[in-house]
């Protein structure tokens, strides 16, 4: 219970951020850097940095790689499972005690297992489930929000 109450939490501050990053953008006011530094309250977590890097750098990879199309999906999973390895061994090989990253490793765990799945059922409908699993993750992973 005590998770689902930090869940909703979490779910709150979000979008407590997005309405106030929505009103700057509304009245010209850019100053969203700062906004966004106060929403964090934390220093940098070197862990999670690393394992955000990766995750939007196979954003922008897949991104890159455009639309899915029909029977064209192979190199969308072939980026989906480089994730998926790179999380794993980030998560294994981290030595930082971040504790913000082990925070996420169950989260990050399960993305790279339904990535790895996707694959296996390798269809255009998986493709894209697995872009926007990827896509979520380095959203979330931007609002430090679970």
């Given at each position: ?15 407590d951020l997005?309405s ?18 106060a929403a964090?309250?934390t220093?940098?977590?070197p862990?999670?940095d690393?394992v ?5 750098d196979h954003?922008?990879?897949l991104?890159a790689?455009?639309p899915?199309?029909e ?6 999973f ?18 930082t005690?971040?504790?913000?990253l082990?925070a996420?490793?169950?989260e ?8 790895v ?5 390798n269809?255009?409908?998986?493709a894209?489930?697995a872009?926007?699993i ?5 959203r ?7």
């Amino acid at each position: 219970m005590s998770d689902t109450v930090l869940h909703i939490a979490a779910s709150g501050r979000r979008a407590d951020l997005d309405s106030a990053l929505l009103f700057l953008e509304r009245h010209g006011i850019d100053d969203t850097a700062s906004v966004q530094e106060a929403a964090d309250g934390t220093q940098s977590a070197p862990g999670l940095d690393k394992v955000r890097t990766l995750i939007c750098d196979h954003a922008d990879r897949l991104c890159a790689a455009g639309p899915v199309a029909e029977g064209a999906h192979g190199q969308i999973f072939d980026i989906c499972n480089d994730l998926s390895e790179a999380l794993n061994d980030a998560i294994t090989d981290d030595e930082t005690g971040c504790a913000e990253l082990q925070a996420w490793e169950s989260e990050l765990y399960a993305a790279s297992d339904k990535l790895v799945l996707m694959g296996l059922e390798n269809d255009t409908r998986s493709a894209t489930d697995a872009v926007a699993i990827v896509m979520q993750l380095s959203r979330d992973l931007h609002h430090r929000a679970i």
